[in-house]
């Protein structure tokens, strides 16, 4: 997939990226060449093969025991924050 100037410059606002002129070819190559890798990932074959949880066969992720170890100082943190409401931080909207 072949991303144009115009993509390039779309994502670069969606992000709130500032490009200069120099930098907008050098990402439609680098960004190009992601998605044709990507293309390549999907037509891979993987018909018959499971998912796995870890790289290395018989190896298990250790974890550590799930048991609290701080109290809840919700209440606390709230107070610093400039807007609160039933319990949730109030911020500004920055998507219209």
Do not use: C, W
């Not at 050098?26 to 992601?34: E, N």
């Amino acid at each position: 997939m072949s991303l144009t100037r115009a993509d390039i410059e779309k994502i670069a606002q969606l992000a709130r990226l500032d490009l200069t002129e120099a930098e907008i070819p050098v990402y439609v190559d680098s960004l190009s060449r992601i998605m044709d890798f990507v293309g390549e990932l999907e037509r891979a074959g993987t018909a018959g093969t499971s998912p796995m949880a870890h790289p290395l066969p018989g190896l298990a992720q250790r974890l550590r025991a799930d048991v609290v170890s701080e109290t809840d100082q919700r209440e606390r943190y709230q107070r610093n924050a400039p807007q609160v409401e039933a319990g949730l931080y109030l911020v500004p909207k920055v998507i219209e």
